[in-house]
């Protein structure tokens, strides 16, 4: 009898059994639409040519040793990144109440930033209905008290506005509220200007505590600084203190790479050097220090104004698919017919569209159709491609009707 003999299975994570089911399905005209990466005309998932090139000189780099970054990560790599979140004239950085920390990606910088605000007496956590399914996994595991704001009106396909207002009106104090802050994933669906600034009063009224998830700066309009709109407006212009947590998984393409940042804006410059000691602490704990390749790729980009607007090109040019393939999605429904309003295919934002399938016809459209989604409905716009679009929106058409 083995100590183990009697453990169990854990259930398995969804967008991993999707891709295992697709895997093992044999008929050739098999899509996936589930897994959440960006993938070109082709199917493939490009290195970006700039990061290509980068990494061509720095092979060629004999400087670059492979000794162990400080746990808070490349200096470099984290005053760049500052600049790309709160923009080059952010007050927050000129009067030095603002730092980043480099992270593994996005997963990373959320689970140390709600560390750090766990152990600092926040303990109750916000997350939208429906959101990215690792929020509620990593908040529950630090030992958040997780509930729920409304974020998704399911009859008008749109943001519930008043229900996310009033579930942030009702929150207790210092309750830290997880906002996406571009391309909401799973919805495609962000607040105006004018509902972010909504937001933003209830959550001072409140007192409550404000964490943004960038996971697709660029991929929501195509515009990094249009897409950093709300941080900056919390930060530089309401100066709300907050943490923001960025992924350059798909706006650099570096999935691999778990290449991110942790920023954190405060109330005084007094705050930094407790907040980057913290930091040091939790990081040492759990990995010790960050990867290198990754962050010397982005610092590279970032700090070159040439292999800067290489890069804004390169996020263009994914944002320009992404909008097109929208755009034939949409005209391939209309075109035969569906039933429903099929508007929100093109008004939403990002890689993710919420299609507003119901488990069942989701289900229907991978045992019959053999095209593989989530069962919420929701879909990865860029594994649409010129060859696939008829098969995907015939079989749409097929299991609404
Ligand atoms: N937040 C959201 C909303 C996401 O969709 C993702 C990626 N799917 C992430 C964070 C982080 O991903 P990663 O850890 O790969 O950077």
Redesign the pocket.
């Known amino acids: 009898m083995g100590r183990f003999d009697s453990i169990s299975t854990d259930p398995p994570i969804d967008v991993f059994h999707l891709t295992e089911l697709f895997e093992n399905d044999g008929n050739p005209s098999k899509v996936n639409l589930g897994v959440?990466?960006f993938q070109d005309e082709n199917g493939k998932t490009p290195t970006l040519p700039v990061v290509r090139s980068v990494e061509q000189s720095m092979a060629q780099d004999l400087t670059l040793d492979k000794n162990y970054l400080k746990s808070v990560g490349l200096d470099s790599f984290c005053q760049a990144c500052l600049k790309l979140v709160l923009g080059e004239q952010s007050s927050s950085i000129i009067e030095n109440r603002a730092c980043s920390i480099q992270g593994?990606?996005?997963?990373?910088?959320?689970t140390i930033g709600l560390e750090f605000l766990y152990r600092n007496g926040y303990k109750i956590g916000y997350i939208s209905s429906p959101?990215?399914s690792?929020?509620l996994s990593i908040m529950q595991a630090i030992g958040f008290d997780v509930k729920r704001y409304r974020y998704w009106n399911k009859e008008k396909l749109n943001l519930d506005i008043d229900g996310l207002l009033q579930d942030l009106q009702d929150a207790p104090e210092n309750s830290v509220i997880l906002l996406?802050a571009c391309?909401?994933?799973?919805t495609g669906c962000d607040p105006t200007r004018e509902q972010w600034q909504q937001i933003s009063d209830v959550i001072k009224q409140r007192k409550l505590f404000p964490f943004f998830?960038?996971?697709?700066q660029g991929f929501s309009t195509g515009d990094l600084d249009q897409d950093a709109w709300p941080i900056r407006y919390f930060a530089d212009h309401q100066k709300h203190e907050l943490l923001v947590?960025q992924?350059?998984?798909?706006n650099f393409s570096l999935?691999n790479e778990?290449?991110?940042h942790l920023t954190g804006v405060f109330s005084s410059r007094d705050i930094i050097p407790k907040f980057r000691s913290q930091l040091t602490t939790i990081i040492r704990r759990i990995y010790s220090n960050p990867p290198a390749h990754g962050a010397h790729i982005v610092a590279t980009i970032l700090c070159n104004p040439t292999l800067y607007s290489e890069w804004k090109n390169n996020v263009r040019t994914m944002f320009e698919r992404i909008q097109s393939m929208r755009q034939l999605f949409y005209t391939k429904l209309k075109q035969l017919g569906t039933p429903g309003n099929w508007d929100h295919i093109i008004t939403q934002h990002g890689m993710?569209a919420f299609t507003g399938l119901n488990p069942r016809q989701c289900q229907t459209l991978l045992q019959q159709h053999h095209i593989y989604l989530m069962s919420d409905g929701r879909i990865n716009i860029c594994a649409i491609t010129q060859k696939n679009i008829d098969q995907i929106s015939k079989s749409f058409y097929e299991v609404i009707t």
């Not at 391309?183 to 799973?186: K, R, S």
């Not at 998830?213 to 697709?216: G, L, P, W």
């Not at 992924?247 to 798909?250: E, I, P």
């Open positions: 959440g990466v593994l990606s996005g997963t990373g910088c959320l959101t990215w690792n929020h996406h391309a909401h994933n799973p998830d960038f996971a697709y947590a992924s350059f998984s798909k999935y778990r290449v991110g993710i």
